[in-house]
Structure formats: structure tokens, C-alpha cells
């Protein structure tokens, strides 16, 4: 699945905003569990939100990134992913919740390119909003699982400069340009500023 490639980190730290940016530009993406999973449990006051039951949230995520793989393994060319399955095994740690075994199965099954990009914690642009109730130093410990969780999933992290999102999505793009260019994969258009 190397056309599979996950953006993670902390909350408002810009990931969203450059897979945004980088579908813009036409490539495929997928959406947030988290966000995706507050905003339906809300509509329907159900029980599933990380305030109320944190496993119970958590098994919801791993649901939806599983899902979300499924529908991006389908598609051609680069998919870039909000978070993948791998964030359910740090977001269990951050909870201080031991991770299950069919968590690690997961991992093991939906995999994705072994480069995974990382946004650090970005206090200048971190808001919180109506889905995210995490404080700045929340985000910075969910960074750290993060950080912690995929290179205990295999997976090798290249951190994301803290630029200008049409930079940022150069960065990424010119970091897969160079590593299709040693496989048989297209090279990716490269961004205009």
C-alpha cells in the first residue's frame, strides 16, 4: 500500500489544512476519524465520544481507519491520509490504556507506505474548537504517542517543517518525488507556491 501515505501528529498542528491543501491539488485523501466520529456522536448524544468512554471512542476510530483504507486502497495515485490506524495504538497509551491485541492485529493488516509524516506542535496556530477540546499540551502528549506508536508499527517518521501550508505540501510532495523516483510509481506534480 504504498500509495497509502499518513500524515499524523498532535491536534492543531496543520494536518488537515495540508491534506486540504494537497486535495486541492487533486490528489485523493481521506478524512479524520476523530472529528468525523465527535460530530456524529454528538448529533445523536450517543456514547461514543473520548469524554465519555475512551475505549468505546477508541474502537469507533479503529473502525473508521480501517474503513478509510479499505476505500483509499482503491484509488490511484498518492491518497494522503488523516491519521491511519497505527494513531488508535497512541491514542491508547495516551489514555494510559493497555492496546488490545486485535488493535495490533489491525496495525498489522492495513498498512500503509512505510514514510509517514509527522506535524509537531505548532502552539501559533492551535485553536480549539467545537470538536477539538484538547489544551495545547494535550496535543503536544497525543504528538508524542504518535511519535512513540509508529515506529512500533514499522513505520519510519519524517517530521514536517513548520512553514506555510503550500511549502509544507512541497516539502511532502518533493519527499515522495525523490522516493517514487526509486520505484515504479509516478513522480507527483510538484505545488506552486
Same mark, same amino acid.
Not at 468525523?36 to 468512554?53: F, S, T
Given at each position: 500500500?504504498?500509495?497509502?501515505?499518513?500524515?499524523?501528529?498532535?491536534?492543531?498542528?496543520?494536518?488537515?489544512?495540508?491534506?486540504?491543501?494537497?486535495?486541492?491539488?487533486?490528489?485523493?485523501?481521506?478524512?479524520?476519524?476523530?472529528? +468525523?466520529? !465527535?460530530?456524529?456522536?454528538? @448529533?445523536?448524544? *450517543? %456514547?461514543?465520544? +473520548? &469524554?465519555r468512554d475512551d475505549t468505546l471512542f477508541a474502537e469507533l476510530m479503529l473502525s473508521w481507519d480501517m474503513r478509510s483504507h479499505r476505500e483509499a486502497a482503491g484509488h490511484d495515485g498518492p491518497v494522503f491520509c488523516d491519521r491511519g490506524v497505527p494513531d488508535t495504538v497512541g491514542y491508547?497509551?495516551?489514555?494510559?490504556? %493497555?492496546?488490545?491485541?486485535?488493535?495490533?492485529? /489491525?496495525?498489522?493488516?492495513?498498512?500503509?507506505?512505510?514514510?509517514?509524516?509527522?506535524?509537531?506542535? &505548532? $502552539? @501559533? !496556530?492551535?485553536? *480549539?474548537?467545537?470538536?477539538?477540546?484538547?489544551?495545547? @499540551?494535550?496535543?503536544?502528549?497525543?504528538?508524542? /504517542?504518535?511519535?512513540? +506508536?509508529? $515506529?512500533?508499527?514499522?513505520?519510519?517518521?519524517?517530521?514536517? %517543517?513548520?512553514? $506555510?501550508? /503550500? @511549502?509544507?505540501?512541497?516539502?511532502?510532495?518533493?519527499?515522495?518525488?525523490?522516493?517514487? *523516483?526509486?520505484?515504479? *510509481?509516478?513522480? %507527483?506534480?510538484?505545488?506552486? $507556491?
Amino acid at each position: 500500500m504504498d500509495h497509502l501515505v499518513v500524515v499524523t501528529g498532535g491536534p492543531g498542528s496543520g494536518k488537515t489544512t495540508l491534506i486540504d491543501h494537497l486535495a486541492g491539488l487533486g490528489y485523493g485523501r481521506t478524512v479524520e476519524a476523530g472529528r +468525523a466520529i !465527535i460530530r456524529d456522536q454528538r @448529533e445523536i448524544d *450517543g %456514547p461514543g465520544l +473520548a &469524554w465519555r468512554d475512551d475505549t468505546l471512542f477508541a474502537e469507533l476510530m479503529l473502525s473508521w481507519d480501517m474503513r478509510s483504507h479499505r476505500e483509499a486502497a482503491g484509488h490511484d495515485g498518492p491518497v494522503f491520509c488523516d491519521r491511519g490506524v497505527p494513531d488508535t495504538v497512541g491514542y491508547f497509551r495516551l489514555r494510559g490504556l %493497555p492496546v488490545p491485541e486485535h488493535v495490533w492485529a /489491525a496495525t498489522r493488516r492495513f498498512r500503509y507506505r512505510r514514510t509517514v509524516f509527522l506535524a509537531p506542535p &505548532w $502552539p @501559533e !496556530i492551535f485553536t *480549539g474548537d467545537t470538536e477539538r477540546h484538547q489544551s495545547s @499540551e494535550e496535543a503536544e502528549r497525543t504528538c508524542e /504517542a504518535m511519535r512513540e +506508536a509508529y $515506529p512500533a508499527c514499522g513505520y519510519e517518521l519524517v517530521t514536517l %517543517p513548520r512553514v $506555510p501550508v /503550500a @511549502e509544507r505540501a512541497r516539502f511532502v510532495l518533493d519527499h515522495l518525488g525523490e522516493a517514487l *523516483g526509486q520505484t515504479s *510509481g509516478p513522480r %507527483p506534480p510538484r505545488s506552486t $507556491p
